[in-house]
């Protein structure tokens, strides 16, 4: 059984195609610091210079000593990036004049400044070039890394998300499933006052009284998207509980919560994996919507919905991609979530359950 779930789950190209995205984004999520070119803390190497510059934009620095850093170690480093040990100067051409150095400082396009500055207080190497694949923002922080960062954002908003809604959810519903009566009444109406409130401002409601930060959103999402699967999983152990197999587990004896947990809950598995793909895609686009709204993850932490948030008013100007960049790393995501979920509905047999 399981191999022929994971051959047709296999044989799905779309799936396929989803489970090679999300593959790749955990893989960027867990190695962004060794991969980005801006390894400072949420990349947040501020450059105002070069403010809001086009995909491909190219430009010298002149790399300036700054007073030592604690140092950071190796895991240190891939978990929150490392301070830069380098002040970093736009320029546009140099030359070495006895003991100093003196530069052109690019201010903007066709515009720059004369300095001159002693050899000793320049770093080695003293000259670098950068390119900006995706452009900068208007603070001159390079788009590729924030947008790589990022990703683990918004995996991990969906991966707490889940684990909350399916904890609860699950938990609920095969109580109110199983035991009936006022049981599901009461589960039932908790169910229904919550489903009949619009996400977003329960969301909200949730996130003034925890506050706004990384975690607290992570939990107000997860509180939220409970409620759906409370609702299938119920309907499921109801059907459950009425085959052969379970009056045999009461006729041995067997305590509910052991025929809950061993008998009833691993056959409902497959639309419980279906829904949780799709709460997955689900909390990615509500975190994006929050951060956008300025309610979710606060700044300088990289969020794809801030970053729309930072630079939509440039979709209407001559750089839009300053915003869609963001906007189509949320949907390919998305996308792939949704994938996922319609391949597991296929290969699980469960379209007729869901």
Excluded: C
């Excluded at 390079?142 to 699950?170: C, E, F, H, K, N």
């Amino acid at each position: 059984m399981k191999n022929s779930f994971g051959k047709r789950l296999i044989k799905n190209k779309a799936a396929l195609a989803g489970i090679v995205i999300i593959i790749t984004s955990i893989v960027i999520a867990f190695s962004a610091y060794l991969i980005v070119p801006d390894t400072t803390p949420n990349a947040n190497r501020i450059i105002p210079e070069i403010g809001s510059k086009k995909p491909g934009f190219s430009i010298q620095f002149l790399l300036l000593k700054k007073e030592k850093n604690n140092e950071e170690n190796f895991l240190q480093k891939i978990i929150s990036g490392k301070q830069d040990a380098f002040t970093y100067i736009p320029i546009t051409s140099y030359k070495q004049k006895n003991d100093s150095i003196i530069y052109q400082k690019y201010v903007d396009d066709n515009i720059f400044e004369t300095k001159t500055i002693a050899l000793k207080n320049i770093a080695s190497p003293n000259i670098v070039t950068k390119k900006f694949y995706l452009g900068t923002d208007r603070f001159g922080r390079d788009i590729l890394s924030r947008l790589l960062i990022g990703t683990r954002v918004s995996l991990s908003v969906g991966l707490i998300a889940v684990i909350i809604s399916l904890t609860i959810g699950i938990l609920l519903g095969s109580l109110a499933g199983y035991f009936k009566g006022w049981v599901d009444d009461v589960i039932m109406w908790l169910i229904n006052v919550l489903w009949s409130i619009p996400t977003l401002l329960l969301v909200f409601a949730i996130t003034l009284v925890l506050g706004k930060g990384f975690w607290q959103v992570f939990i107000a999402v997860g509180l939220t998207m409970w409620v759906n699967v409370a609702r299938l999983v119920r309907g499921q152990v109801m059907q459950v509980r009425e085959l052969e197999f379970i009056e045999a587990t009461k006729a041995l004896g067997y305590s509910n919560t052991r025929t809950i947990i061993k008998h009833i809950l691993p056959n409902i598995l497959g639309p419980v994996l279906v829904i949780a793909a799709s709460n997955f895609a689900s909390a990615i686009v509500i975190e994006a919507g929050l951060s956008f709204l300025g309610v979710g993850v606060q700044p300088p932490q990289p969020s794809w919905g801030l970053m729309i948030k930072e630079n939509y008013n440039f979709i209407i100007t001559n750089n839009p991609m300053l915003a869609l960049t963001p906007g189509i790393a949320i949907m390919l995501l998305v996308l792939a979530f949704n994938l996922l979920g319609n391949g597991l509905r296929d290969a699980l047999n469960v379209k007729s359950k869901l």
